[in-house]
């Protein structure tokens, strides 16, 4: 197994929850389902941070789907990361890591190279 590019701590926003980058997959430990998501690289059509209050994005033209995604911690309440998946049965999935801005960019690093 390999090492992890980018590990997000554990914190309050995101509900004590750590996420994590790999070479080839994103991993996001999930309490409410009690296991972890694994996102394979090649999964990944789009990854954006994304503003407090993501129900807002159903006037922000973004849409229903969009605005109603998989949160698997408190992203309603902070800027957080919207990731949307090739497949699945929620395509879209947020979530708030310690760094949006440093998990965006070393989840679109493992993106260029899958």
Known sequence: MSEPIYTSPRSGKSLWQ????YPDRVELQAWFALHTLDIPA???????IRPT???VD???????????PLKIDGADG??????KRKSGFMKHVRFTPDDPDKFVDACRGIMKNN
């Open 58 to 68: 159903l006037f922000r033209g973004k849409g229903f789907v969009y605005a109603f």
């Open 78 to 83: 902070h800027r957080h990361v919207a990731i």
């Open 42 to 48: 090649s999964e990944i059509l789009d990854i954006q």
């Open 18 to 21: 750590k996420y994590r980058v």
């Open 53 to 55: 209050l993501v129900f």
